[in-house]
């Protein structure tokens, strides 16, 4: 953020995180974002409470019931309460999210700044490992992965952050490389600042507002490819109520049950709705250009 | 411009083998033989050791890996271990559905994305904007395989228009189609009219505007065709997703594919098979980057010579 003149500063708040608490509030997308993460948080943290059955809990002569006042949103092939289980499903969902994007967001930042630092050889090396696993299907590689590994929720964290990391690190090191030779660098390095200090201290912080942003959105992504690999049966296992594998079962009861399949759906559109919407409008504040 | 593929075409060779090399050793460096799935629980350990022998899963993994490459660069991708055919028979078998169904899928989210795109940014911010806009954020929140179980909720279970698995008509094809392809047009769209807002800022367009040109014409001869080039990099990069799509699509309409091939192999540990599905999707993928490149290069000169 640039003041132009003297008189111009006297309207606009002179701290940059005020200013940009100002946009924030302005941005009614990103405002909605957050509520919804919020709620989200708030339905994980309380789960116990909110819930009114178990999410565990099967009773066979209560399957395939629709929607009623006592089970909200139905029950699944089992009599279990999809209504309850979606709400235990929340935290599940968030902790994918924020899991595997913070590993790859790590990894990226980790291998995209050394890269664009040291250049030379080691960049060329790391830029042709980018390169090749950009050439990898998100998708593809994570699913790859959870079958070798063995379907769980923690091997599907992992292997979304092993497929995610490239998006972190090819933005990190695009970052740097245009930071790298600014003059405020130099006059660090003159002053006697050593690597680790310049890179941690002066150019990470003013790399990172975007990597910020694609990773609000990438926590949505992350929750999208969680249910994918759930609905194929590489995800987290029964009696996990993961929204993802709550869906696996969908396709097979779509005659009689659609609301199997109505309704995690809904709850996962919802929750990646509210982290695109964020990012969005954090995308709009910051005033940042990236590529789709 | 030749020149830029050609260099660009040999470029992807390390790519490649550093591709094949990752796919090789992460399905190798795990613990458990694939044979073992193969046995019947008692077998004796002589039958096992040969089998082993047989698939060349006692040489040193290095050796395993050269062995693989060079067949890989003569044609030969192995033998599948659960079915008695070679690895290339069987993509050869279900690689026409899946193009078909990429190819289609593509097409649509092409036509309708850039359509969606175009009049949300000519009518910016009015309703129609936003209207297209909250299509366009659905489209890339909306689970893909989800859309597909709803689609089919709606068109197959309830309305009965369109069978609700199957494949080879056309009637089959509409609904996995239109899914993927609806997914895909959300990101298309908002590119789109991202672009072309940028472009109708530029001087230029000022310029043509005050030389007297009609509207229409300045939106499609001079804005559109110049906001098509991020598309056109977007439709490339585009072909990875269409693909990983596929792979869940297929599994959602029962449509037997190279993604059906990639997630049976998958349960069963078919090492052959597994290697070759993903070798030849990162190949297409590679493909359609470097598609991509060449596109770019043809549309913004300036690439070519740096």
């Given at each position: 953020m640039k003041f132009k003149s003297h008189e111009e500063k006297q309207y606009i708040p002179r701290?940059?995180?005020?200013?940009?608490?100002?946009?924030?509030?302005?941005?009614?997308?990103?405002?909605?974002?957050?509520?919804?993460?919020?709620?989200?948080?708030?339905?994980?943290?309380?789960?116990?409470?909110?819930?009114?059955?178990?999410?565990?809990e099967q009773n066979l002569s209560l399957k395939n019931q629709s929607?009623?006042?006592?089970?909200?949103?139905?029950?699944?092939?089992?009599?279990?309460?999809?209504?309850?289980?979606?709400?235990?499903?929340?935290s599940i969902s968030l902790k994918v999210g924020i899991l595997s994007t913070g590993i790859s967001v790590l990894i990226g930042i980790i291998i995209g700044s050394i890269s664009a630092y040291y250049g030379g050889f080691l960049d060329q090396i790391l830029v042709v490992l980018m390169d090749v696993m950009w050439a990898f299907p998100t998708i593809l590689l994570s699913l790859v992965i959870v079958a070798i590994i063995g379907a769980s929720l923690n091997s599907v964290i992992i292997a979304i952050a092993l497929s995610y990391w490239v998006q972190y690190a090819r933005l990190i090191r695009g970052q740097i490389l245009s930071?790298?030779?600014?003059?405020?660098?130099?006059?660090?390095?003159?002053?006697?600042?050593?690597?680790?200090?310049?890179?941690?201290?002066?150019?990470?912080?003013?790399?990172?507002?975007p990597v910020v942003?694609?990773?609000?959105?990438?926590?949505?992504?992350?929750?999208?490819?969680?249910?994918?690999?759930?609905?194929?049966?590489?995800?987290?296992q029964p009696p996990t109520p993961s929204w993802g594998s709550m869906l696996s079962n969908a396709r097979t009861y779509?005659?009689?049950?659609?609301?199997?399949?109505?309704?995690?759906?809904?709850?996962?559109?919802?929750?990646?709705l509210g982290f695109n919407l964020l990012g969005d409008g954090l995308r709009d504040i910051m005033d940042i250009k990236m590529k789709e | 411009m030749i020149n830029y593929i050609i260099r660009r075409l040999i470029m992807m060779i390390p790519v490649f083998i550093l591709c094949s090399m990752i796919i090789f050793l992460i399905l190798h460096l795990v613990p458990g033989n694939p044979v073992d799935n193969l046995l019947h629980p008692g077998s004796p350990p002589e039958v096992r050791e040969r089998l082993i022998k047989e698939f060349g899963l006692d040489k040193p993994i290095y050796q395993q890996y050269i062995i693989w490459l060079t067949n890989v660069f003569k044609g030969n991708l192995g033998v599948s271990i659960t079915e008695q055919r070679s690895v290339s028979e069987l993509l050869l078998l279900k690689l026409p559905n899946t193009v078909v169904l990429g190819v289609v899928s593509f097409l649509i989210s092409f036509i309708l994305g850039v359509l969606l795109g175009a009049v949300s940014a000519i009518k910016q911010n009015t309703i129609v904007d936003y209207m297209g806009m909250i299509l366009a954020l659905l489209g890339v929140t909306v689970p893909t395989f989800w859309l597909g179980l709803m689609l089919m909720l709606i068109f197959s279970v309830n309305l009965g228009w369109f069978p609700i698995s199957g494949y080879g008509d056309l009637k089959s094809l509409i609904l996995p189609a239109f899914t993927l392809g609806l997914a895909g047009a959300g990101l298309i769209a908002r590119v789109?009219?991202?672009?072309?807002?940028?472009?109708?800022?530029?001087?230029?367009?000022?310029?043509?505007?005050?030389?007297?040109?009609?509207?229409?014409?300045?939106?499609?001869?001079?804005?559109?065709?110049?906001?098509?080039?991020?598309?056109?990099?977007?439709?490339?990069?585009?072909?990875?997703?269409?693909?990983?799509?596929?792979?869940?699509?297929?599994?959602?309409?029962?449509?037997?594919?190279?993604?059906?091939?990639?997630?049976?192999?998958?349960?069963?540990?078919?090492?052959?098979?597994?290697?070759?599905?993903?070798?030849?999707?990162?190949?297409?993928?590679?493909?359609?980057?470097?598609?991509?490149?060449?596109?770019y290069a043809y549309a913004d000169p300036r690439i070519r010579y740096n």
């Open positions: 701290n940059k995180s005020r200013i940009m608490f100002l946009k924030f509030k302005k941005n009614k997308m990103a405002i909605i974002g957050l509520i919804i993460i919020l709620i989200l948080i708030f339905t994980g943290i309380f789960a116990d409470f909110i819930a009114p059955h178990s999410y565990r929607p009623s006042s006592d089970f909200l949103f139905g029950t699944d092939e089992f009599g279990r309460c999809i209504f309850s289980r979606i709400v235990y499903g929340a930071l790298k030779n600014e003059l405020y660098i130099e006059v660090t390095r003159s002053l006697g600042a050593n690597d680790s200090t310049i890179l941690w201290k002066h150019l990470l912080p003013n790399a990172v507002i942003v694609a990773a609000t959105l990438g926590m949505g992504n992350a929750i999208v490819l969680e249910a994918t690999l759930s609905f194929l049966g590489m995800g987290a779509l005659f009689l049950a659609p609301w199997l399949a109505i309704f995690p759906g809904i709850a996962t559109i919802i929750t990646v | 789109t009219r991202a672009s072309m807002l940028e472009i109708a800022q530029k001087d230029y367009i000022a310029i043509v505007r005050a030389k007297g040109i009609s509207n229409s014409q300045v939106i499609i001869k001079h804005i559109f065709r110049n906001a098509l080039i991020p598309i056109i990099t977007l439709l490339g990069l585009r072909l990875g997703w269409i693909i990983g799509g596929a792979v869940t699509i297929e599994i959602v309409f029962n449509r037997p594919g190279l993604g059906r091939l990639l997630t049976d192999s998958l349960f069963r540990r078919d090492y052959p098979v597994i290697q070759g599905v993903l070798l030849l999707l990162v190949f297409t993928v590679m493909l359609g980057n470097l598609i991509a490149d060449v596109l």
